[in-house]
């Protein structure tokens, strides 16, 4: 089986940070691919930012030069560094691993945006 935990969502004023943290645990013996997916209420779910094993990695365009993706191999952990928050990053935001073909999904850690 494989677990995923992600933490560190909060509240935080306009303008500031957060770091998320998801980690993967259990029969892992290699991932492909791990990510940050957001949802806002009423909205659909989109992707904020992925990295490969290799670290490349992808951004939705509205958070570019604000997010930062990155990832630990050895812990199967991959962090989001946000910086420069809005009201509008207010959502769950969700990990998500790619291992051997399937995709695995944590519970969810909501950010809230607001002064």
């Known amino acids: 089986q494989v677990h995923i935990v992600d933490s560190g969502g909060g509240l935080v004023q306009p303008g500031g940070s957060l770091r998320l943290s998801c980690a993967a645990s259990?029969?892992?013996?290699?991932?492909?691919?791990m990510a940050w997916y957001r949802q806002a209420p009423g909205k659909q779910r989109e992707l904020v930012a992925a990295?490969?094993?290799?670290?490349?990695?992808n951004y939705a365009d509205s958070v570019k030069g604000r997010f930062t993706i990155s990832r630990d191999n050895a812990k199967n952990t991959v962090y989001l560094q946000m910086n420069s928050l809005k009201p509008h990053d207010t959502a769950v935001y969700y990990c998500k691993v790619l291992i051997r073909g399937l995709d695995y999904w944590g519970q969810g850690t909501q950010v809230t945006v607001s002064s």
């Open positions: 990295i490969t094993r290799l670290r490349s990695t």
């Open positions: 259990g029969s892992i013996f290699s991932n492909d691919v």
